[in-house]
């Protein structure tokens, strides 16, 4: 039998490169991070905000991901939204995406 702390670890790694996709395809309409966190939940992807927020930082250096911020809210907050190459490489993880969720489909006997 498996254990929780076993498993934890291991659905922490099968989750851990579905939250960038996750995050380059929701990103394409500008957001800002507490949104963005609560946007990831209601769609099913549970991130604590320790993990996101070094994220997005990462994604933004890797030129993923633009930012800007809103200052004319009594509170600013930083927006960010995927930048054109974001795009284009949550389109090509989007397409592996679907092909492994087909072979995943095809091992599990439900081509």
């Known amino acids: ?18 939250v960038v996709l996750a995050c380059l395809l929701i990103l394409r309409q500008p957001n800002y991070g507490y949104a963005l966190l609560d946007l990831l ?14 994220l997005l930082r990462r994604l933004e250096k890797q030129g993923l991901l633009t930012s800007d911020w809103n200052t004319e809210e009594s509170r ?16 090509t993880l ?3 995406w679907d092909e492994l969720h087909t072979a995943f489909r095809t091992l599990k006997g439900e081509s």
């Open 1 to 18: 039998m498996l254990s929780d702390e076993l498993l934890s670890v291991h659905l922490q790694e099968l989750r851990r490169g579905t």
């Open 41 to 54: 939940d209601q769609r099913g992807f549970a991130v604590d905000a320790n993990t996101l927020y070094p």
């Open 76 to 91: 600013p907050r930083k927006f960010y939204r995927t930048s054109d190459d974001g795009v284009a490489l949550a389109d």
């Open 94 to 96: 989007s397409r592996d």
